[in-house]
């Protein structure tokens, strides 16, 4: 029997009440995202990014203030205080933990791990994280944790992970094998929390060898690894963790973790290969059954989703899933300024178009997914609404195109100028008549042109082929 089988009876119910429509788009966890582990959490990744863009210099003070709705002096206390004790004194902390985690019973094993969820103030207590932080932040205040107090947490750490594996041990030779996964799960979720990233990985490793785990477990564990992963900006790994979860579901796997999966995947082909086209398919697809939550909040999603699909979508498709899609209406005052870009892109309104691509910068920027493509992403939306003025036109005044555009002339004849000779544009500038020609390729010539080009090349190979034959 596999290691499912029991959690089964109790995912059912759940997964009909996801589907209810609600006003106010309140995403309610899925059967398997609700029992997913907080930690890592994937909004202290952003806050820590966005710190680090400021420190950097790559994010205003003025604009991060606009984004974040504080100071970015109180944020970096929030996170330093959030990955050390929490505001409380070291030894409290530790006691605190230290209850949390000692051996319990079955039954309240089970309330507990139905609240850690919830528990978004929680501090981590992780001596790893904050030294990576006063590193690369240049923390330095004097509330900041000593190294001594720090060598402490790391201690206190030992023993508590002395108790889980003790946990482990006990279930082994008391308890089933759904004790026996939950017992390697308190070890991975914790390491997750309070340790390194090579401790969560070998813990999570040692989850996924269990044997008789089911598909459904398995791309849990594979999930919450590739969570561990992204916080830590390891790309590579999170990219074979998912792979190890496509070949999984492959298997089997119910229709709630291939969404999640999907969500995954789509901001897995951000950050590792730039694959925008791939990542617009998935995004587009998951709108309306997004229940990710601990990946990312849902108005972030969307954002995730405009901006990748803009370059990818039709106009028709555009109106049908962005403009008027009842999901996105429902956050679109959370995210005005992708909302005011798809808007104006669509309503061929040029001069609000570009404005609102200066206020989107900063949020690309702010964003760790979006920030690595920030400058192809303004380039190709550029090309994007050029392109689209330009196919209204077989030719058209460099003055007029600048008005539209609310640009000078100049500015205007530099942008078309690299994009032409980078063969992003079909066209070509008159530069004494001041006129912009489109030179729109026939389509079907082209294709034509292609295949007896392919031709050529076959025959040539082939003829190659003969020679040597006859030899």
């Known amino acids: 029997m596999d290691i499912d089988e029991n959690d089964k009876a109790k995912e059912e119910p759940t997964k009909k009440t996801t589907t209810t429509a609600t006003k106010p788009k309140k995403i309610n966890p899925s059967a398997s995202s609700e029992t997913a582990s907080f930690h890592p959490d994937m909004s202290l990744a952003q806050d820590i990014h966005r710190l680090t863009m400021i420190h950097n210099g790559k994010l205003s003070l003025e604009d991060a203030t606009a984004i974040i709705g504080c100071k970015p002096e109180e944020l970096l206390e929030k996170v330093m205080t959030r990955v050390g004790t929490g505001g409380k004194s070291l030894e409290e902390a530790m006691k605190e933990n230290e209850v949390k985690y000692k051996p319990k019973g079955e039954g309240e094993k089970a309330s507990e791990e139905k609240t850690e969820t919830k528990k978004e103030d929680e501090p981590l207590l992780n001596a790893a994280l904050y030294r990576h932080l006063q590193t690369i932040l240049s923390y330095s205040s004097a509330n900041a944790l000593t190294e001594d ?68 477990k398995k791309l849990d564990a594979h999930l919450e690894l590739a969570r561990v992963c992204s916080f830590w900006n390891d790309y590579k790994k999170m990219k074979e963790t998912l792979d190890g979860a496509q070949k999984a579901i492959a298997n089997g796997g119910d229709w709630d973790r291939r969404n999640r999966l999907k ?85 061929c309104d040029y001069k609000a178009y570009l404005h609102t691509l200066v206020d989107l910068q900063p949020h690309l920027i702010a964003n760790r997914y979006l920030q690595p493509h920030a400058g192809y992403v303004l380039r190709e939306l550029h090309v994007l609404a050029f392109q689209q003025f330009l196919d209204s036109y077989q030719s058209v005044t460099l003055e007029s195109m600048a008005k539209s555009f609310g640009v000078g002339t100049e500015f205007l004849d530099v942008q078309l100028s690299r994009f032409i000779a980078a063969g992003r544009l079909s066209a070509k500038i008159d530069k004494y008549g001041g006129v912009v020609e489109t030179n729109r390729p026939d389509e079907k010539n082209a294709r034509y042109q292609e295949m007896i080009q392919k031709g050529d090349l076959l025959l040539n190979r082939i003829q190659k082929l003969g020679r040597v034959v006859d030899l």
């Open 263 to 347: 969500v995954y995947q789509a901001l897995s082909f951000l950050l590792t290969a730039r694959d925008m086209e791939a990542a617009s398919k998935l995004l587009v697809e998951g709108i309306a059954t997004f229940s990710c939550m601990e990946l990312c909040s849902y108005p972030e999603f969307i954002t995730y989703a405009i901006v990748t699909s803009l370059l990818y979508l039709k106009r028709t498709e555009l109106k049908k899933k962005i403009i008027d899609g009842s999901e996105v209406l429902q956050v679109a005052k959370e995210i005005p300024v992708v909302i005011q870009l798809a808007n104006t892109l669509y309503d």
């Open 149 to 216: 107090n720090l060598n402490t947490l790391s201690s206190h750490h030992e023993t508590i992970l002395k108790s889980l594996n003790d946990a482990v041990t006990q279930a082994k030779e008391e308890a089933g094998d759904m004790e026996v996964l939950h017992a390697y799960m308190d070890i991975a979720r914790y390491s997750a929390k309070s340790s390194t990233k090579e401790s969560a990985v070998e813990a999570y490793a040692a989850v996924l060898a269990l044997p008789k785990l089911s598909v459904g």
